[in-house]
T-cell receptor
Framework: QKEVEQDPGPLSVPEGAIVSLNCTYSNSAFQYFMWYRQYSRKGPELLMYTYSSGNKEDGRFTAQVDKSSKYISLFIRDSQPSDSATYLCAMSEGTGGFKTIFGAGTRLFVKA | DSGVTQTPKHLITATGQRVTLRCSPRSGDLSVYWYQQSLDQGLQFLIQYYNGEERAKGNILERFSAQQFPDLHSELNLSSLELGDSALYFC?????????????????FGEGSRLTVL
Protein backbone atom coordinates (compact mmCIF):
# COMPACT_ATOMS: atom_id res chain seq x y z
CA GLN A 1 0.00 0.00 0.00
CA LYS A 2 1.31 3.43 -0.93
CA GLU A 3 1.75 5.99 1.83
CA VAL A 4 -0.36 8.47 -0.12
CA GLU A 5 -3.23 7.45 -2.35
CA GLN A 6 -4.77 9.76 -4.91
CA ASP A 7 -7.31 8.97 -7.61
CA PRO A 8 -5.59 9.73 -10.93
CA GLY A 9 -8.83 10.70 -12.66
CA PRO A 10 -9.23 12.19 -15.15
CA LEU A 11 -11.96 14.35 -13.71
CA SER A 12 -13.99 16.37 -16.19
CA VAL A 13 -16.35 19.12 -15.02
CA PRO A 14 -18.20 22.03 -16.64
CA GLU A 15 -17.05 25.58 -16.05
CA GLY A 16 -18.44 26.97 -12.80
CA ALA A 17 -18.67 23.62 -11.05
CA ILE A 18 -17.33 22.91 -7.59
CA VAL A 19 -14.46 20.48 -7.77
CA SER A 20 -13.43 18.15 -4.96
CA LEU A 21 -10.01 16.51 -5.05
CA ASN A 22 -8.98 14.06 -2.36
CA CYS A 23 -6.12 12.07 -0.95
CA THR A 24 -5.84 9.47 1.75
CA TYR A 25 -2.71 8.56 3.62
CA SER A 26 -1.50 5.94 6.02
CA ASN A 27 1.26 7.67 8.01
CA SER A 28 -0.25 9.27 11.10
CA ALA A 29 2.97 11.23 11.64
CA PHE A 30 2.29 13.52 8.69
CA GLN A 31 1.88 17.08 9.94
CA TYR A 32 2.26 19.23 6.83
CA PHE A 33 -0.16 18.94 3.95
CA MET A 34 0.27 20.58 0.57
CA TRP A 35 -1.41 20.82 -2.79
CA TYR A 36 0.63 21.38 -5.93
CA ARG A 37 -0.73 22.27 -9.34
CA GLN A 38 1.04 21.04 -12.44
CA TYR A 39 0.13 22.35 -15.87
CA SER A 40 0.93 20.28 -18.92
CA ARG A 41 4.65 20.34 -19.76
CA LYS A 42 5.43 22.33 -16.62
CA GLY A 43 6.79 21.55 -13.18
CA PRO A 44 4.59 21.43 -10.07
CA GLU A 45 3.95 24.69 -8.25
CA LEU A 46 2.77 25.02 -4.67
CA LEU A 47 -0.88 25.99 -4.48
CA MET A 48 -1.74 25.68 -0.81
CA TYR A 49 -0.17 24.51 2.40
CA THR A 50 -1.78 23.50 5.71
CA TYR A 51 -0.29 22.50 9.01
CA SER A 52 -2.09 19.81 11.01
CA SER A 53 -5.88 19.61 10.87
CA GLY A 54 -8.41 22.19 9.78
CA ASN A 55 -9.34 24.30 6.81
CA LYS A 56 -7.53 26.94 4.86
CA GLU A 57 -9.07 29.17 2.24
CA ASP A 58 -7.36 31.14 -0.51
CA GLY A 59 -9.68 32.74 -3.02
CA ARG A 60 -11.58 30.02 -4.85
CA PHE A 61 -9.49 27.28 -3.23
CA THR A 62 -10.13 25.59 0.12
CA ALA A 63 -7.91 22.92 1.62
CA GLN A 64 -9.23 20.62 4.34
CA VAL A 65 -7.33 18.18 6.52
CA ASP A 66 -8.99 15.50 8.63
CA LYS A 67 -6.21 13.77 10.49
CA SER A 68 -8.58 11.44 12.32
CA SER A 69 -9.64 9.97 8.99
CA LYS A 70 -6.24 10.46 7.34
CA TYR A 71 -7.99 12.31 4.53
CA ILE A 72 -7.28 15.62 2.83
CA SER A 73 -9.29 17.53 0.28
CA LEU A 74 -8.95 20.46 -2.06
CA PHE A 75 -12.12 22.25 -3.16
CA ILE A 76 -12.19 24.56 -6.14
CA ARG A 77 -15.21 26.85 -6.38
CA ASP A 78 -16.43 28.40 -9.63
CA SER A 79 -13.96 26.29 -11.59
CA GLN A 80 -12.44 27.86 -14.71
CA PRO A 81 -10.88 26.33 -17.82
CA SER A 82 -7.58 27.75 -16.57
CA ASP A 83 -7.85 25.39 -13.59
CA SER A 84 -7.34 22.45 -15.95
CA ALA A 85 -4.17 20.81 -14.67
CA THR A 86 -2.92 17.91 -12.61
CA TYR A 87 -3.26 18.42 -8.86
CA LEU A 88 -0.83 16.61 -6.60
CA CYS A 89 -1.29 16.27 -2.90
CA ALA A 90 1.85 16.12 -0.82
CA MET A 91 2.55 15.62 2.83
CA SER A 92 5.43 15.55 5.23
CA GLU A 93 6.26 14.62 8.81
CA GLY A 94 8.45 17.61 9.26
CA THR A 95 10.82 20.01 7.66
CA GLY A 96 13.03 18.78 4.90
CA GLY A 97 11.87 18.69 1.30
CA PHE A 98 13.17 15.18 0.98
CA LYS A 99 10.59 14.05 3.51
CA THR A 100 7.71 15.21 1.34
CA ILE A 101 5.68 12.36 -0.11
CA PHE A 102 3.63 13.14 -3.21
CA GLY A 103 0.43 11.58 -4.45
CA ALA A 104 0.29 10.43 -8.06
CA GLY A 105 -1.86 13.43 -9.03
CA THR A 106 -5.42 13.88 -10.31
CA ARG A 107 -5.91 15.23 -13.82
CA LEU A 108 -8.66 17.84 -13.93
CA PHE A 109 -10.37 19.14 -17.06
CA VAL A 110 -12.72 22.11 -16.81
CA LYS A 111 -14.84 22.48 -19.93
CA ALA A 112 -15.89 25.92 -21.11
CA ASP B 1 8.58 31.01 -14.36
CA SER B 2 9.95 29.36 -11.21
CA GLY B 3 13.51 30.49 -11.83
CA VAL B 4 14.77 26.89 -11.92
CA THR B 5 16.31 25.95 -15.26
CA GLN B 6 16.65 22.40 -16.52
CA THR B 7 18.35 21.13 -19.65
CA PRO B 8 17.76 19.34 -21.89
CA LYS B 9 13.96 19.49 -22.07
CA HIS B 10 13.77 16.30 -24.11
CA LEU B 11 16.19 13.45 -24.52
CA ILE B 12 15.86 10.24 -26.50
CA THR B 13 18.49 7.57 -26.11
CA ALA B 14 19.01 3.83 -26.28
CA THR B 15 19.22 1.18 -23.59
CA GLY B 16 22.64 0.87 -22.05
CA GLN B 17 23.56 4.48 -22.68
CA ARG B 18 24.42 7.21 -20.20
CA VAL B 19 22.93 10.71 -20.00
CA THR B 20 23.46 13.80 -17.89
CA LEU B 21 20.68 16.13 -16.84
CA ARG B 22 21.50 19.61 -15.68
CA CYS B 23 19.77 21.94 -13.24
CA SER B 24 20.39 25.55 -12.30
CA PRO B 25 18.56 26.51 -9.10
CA ARG B 26 16.91 29.84 -8.38
CA SER B 27 19.33 32.58 -7.51
CA GLY B 28 20.10 32.33 -3.81
CA ASP B 29 18.74 28.83 -3.32
CA LEU B 30 21.20 26.44 -1.70
CA SER B 31 19.25 23.19 -1.93
CA VAL B 32 18.68 21.18 -5.07
CA TYR B 33 16.39 18.17 -5.20
CA TRP B 34 15.93 15.63 -7.97
CA TYR B 35 12.64 13.84 -8.56
CA GLN B 36 11.49 11.22 -11.02
CA GLN B 37 7.90 11.36 -12.27
CA SER B 38 6.28 8.47 -14.05
CA LEU B 39 2.62 7.86 -14.80
CA ASP B 40 2.07 5.13 -12.25
CA GLN B 41 4.48 6.21 -9.51
CA GLY B 42 3.97 9.93 -9.27
CA LEU B 43 6.79 12.13 -8.03
CA GLN B 44 9.54 10.06 -6.43
CA PHE B 45 12.31 11.75 -4.49
CA LEU B 46 15.77 10.74 -5.68
CA ILE B 47 18.35 12.89 -3.92
CA GLN B 48 18.98 16.28 -2.30
CA TYR B 49 22.09 18.43 -2.17
CA TYR B 50 22.54 21.38 0.11
CA ASN B 51 25.37 23.83 -0.59
CA GLY B 52 27.43 21.21 -2.37
CA GLU B 53 26.92 18.38 0.09
CA GLU B 54 24.59 15.42 -0.24
CA ARG B 55 21.86 15.87 2.36
CA ALA B 56 19.36 13.12 1.72
CA LYS B 57 18.93 10.16 -0.53
CA GLY B 58 15.67 8.61 -1.60
CA ASN B 59 14.91 5.77 -3.96
CA ILE B 60 17.83 6.48 -6.22
CA LEU B 61 19.23 3.54 -8.15
CA GLU B 62 22.92 2.73 -7.94
CA ARG B 63 23.11 3.38 -11.70
CA PHE B 64 22.17 7.00 -10.98
CA SER B 65 24.40 9.60 -9.38
CA ALA B 66 24.31 13.31 -8.82
CA GLN B 67 26.46 16.17 -7.67
CA GLN B 68 26.19 19.84 -6.89
CA PHE B 69 28.95 22.11 -8.03
CA PRO B 70 30.45 25.20 -6.30
CA ASP B 71 28.25 27.48 -8.39
CA LEU B 72 25.28 25.45 -7.00
CA HIS B 73 24.15 23.98 -10.28
CA SER B 74 23.55 20.25 -10.17
CA GLU B 75 23.83 17.35 -12.54
CA LEU B 76 22.04 14.02 -12.45
CA ASN B 77 23.87 11.21 -14.23
CA LEU B 78 21.90 8.20 -15.38
CA SER B 79 23.87 5.23 -16.69
CA SER B 80 23.22 1.77 -18.10
CA LEU B 81 19.81 3.04 -19.03
CA GLU B 82 16.84 0.70 -19.12
CA LEU B 83 13.42 1.07 -20.71
CA GLY B 84 11.93 1.60 -17.27
CA ASP B 85 14.04 4.70 -16.73
CA SER B 86 11.88 6.58 -19.23
CA ALA B 87 10.25 9.33 -17.19
CA LEU B 88 10.17 13.01 -16.45
CA TYR B 89 13.02 14.11 -14.23
CA PHE B 90 12.41 17.25 -12.21
CA CYS B 91 14.80 19.42 -10.34
CA UNK B 92 13.56 21.62 -7.52
CA UNK B 93 15.34 24.15 -5.36
CA UNK B 94 14.78 25.84 -2.04
CA UNK B 95 16.64 28.38 0.04
CA UNK B 96 17.12 26.09 3.02
CA UNK B 97 16.90 22.41 3.78
CA UNK B 98 13.19 22.28 4.07
CA UNK B 99 10.27 21.75 1.76
CA UNK B 100 7.54 23.76 3.41
CA UNK B 101 5.69 26.77 2.23
CA UNK B 102 6.02 30.17 3.75
CA UNK B 103 9.57 29.86 4.89
CA UNK B 104 12.91 29.09 3.44
CA UNK B 105 11.89 25.60 2.47
CA UNK B 106 9.32 26.03 -0.28
CA UNK B 107 10.16 23.87 -3.27
CA UNK B 108 10.37 25.54 -6.68
CA PHE B 109 10.33 23.11 -9.57
CA GLY B 110 11.86 23.39 -13.01
CA GLU B 111 9.98 22.34 -16.13
CA GLY B 112 11.58 18.93 -16.20
CA SER B 113 13.63 16.83 -18.58
CA ARG B 114 11.69 14.17 -20.44
CA LEU B 115 13.84 11.09 -20.94
CA THR B 116 12.82 8.41 -23.41
CA VAL B 117 14.85 5.21 -23.51
CA LEU B 118 14.28 3.09 -26.61
Amino acid sequence: QKEVEQDPGPLSVPEGAIVSLNCTYSNSAFQYFMWYRQYSRKGPELLMYTYSSGNKEDGRFTAQVDKSSKYISLFIRDSQPSDSATYLCAMSEGTGGFKTIFGAGTRLFVKA
Amino acid sequence: DSGVTQTPKHLITATGQRVTLRCSPRSGDLSVYWYQQSLDQGLQFLIQYYNGEERAKGNILERFSAQQFPDLHSELNLSSLELGDSALYFCASSVGHGGLAGGDGELFFGEGSRLTVL
